[in-house]
């Protein structure tokens, strides 16, 4: 299971005083507010950040970190995702799930026939979309809904669904 969890991304610098335009990609922006201590993944490091400051325009988060007072010293952060530690993560409901322990499960169809691996989730405004590698279907799109996912088992990396009429071709 992953231990640092992505809760935005940089887009870009927002003015001169060393703030940065962040897309969230939490279900909870206004978590921001709550937040501390942030890492910021470089590619290279995971840069342990102080937030000084939070703001709201539009569907960003504007983050000023402590310390980071210039455009120059933010303008690298571009496209660097903001990472929390799990126990920072906002608790979940039941039936919800960290899309990062999800990605590389392995799904099998309610008759325990192996069926492919999650490889990806798509956010949706109505519901997730599961993008399953089928191993005899090539890319499967499977809807995140009861009817389709029958039991997700995070500790066992197993996911079991109902192919509704339609979602694969015969």
């Not at 507010?33 to 590619?43: A, V």
């Not at 937030?51 to 455009?71: E, P």
């Not at 303008?75 to 920072?88: A, G, Q, S, W």
Request: hydrophobic share 40%; net charge negative; with cysteine.
């Amino acid at each position: 299971m992953e231990e640092l969890l992505q809760v935005g991304v940089v887009t870009q610098t927002h003015g001169i005083r060393g703030e940065v335009k962040v897309f969230p990609t939490t279900d909870d922006a206004g978590r921001f507010r709550d937040l501390k201590k942030i890492f910021l993944d470089t590619g290279r490091e995971k840069l342990p950040l102080e937030i000084q400051g939070v703001k709201f325009f539009k569907q960003f988060v504007i983050v000023k970190f402590k310390g980071l007072d210039t455009i120059n010293e933010v303008e690298r952060f571009r496209r660097c995702p903001l990472l929390v530690p799990r126990e920072d993560a906002v608790p979940l409901e039941e039936d919800e799930y960290y899309i990062a322990d999800m990605i590389g499960m392995q799904v099998e169809t309610e008759d325990g026939k192996a069926f492919g691996t999650l490889k990806d989730v798509m956010e949706t405004g109505a519901n997730d979309v599961y993008v399953i590698d089928s191993i005899s279907h090539g890319e499967v799109l499977v809807p995140a809904i009861k009817e389709c996912i029958r039991k997700v088992d995070v500790a066992e990396g197993k996911m079991t669904v109902h192919l509704m009429d339609g979602l694969v071709q015969e």
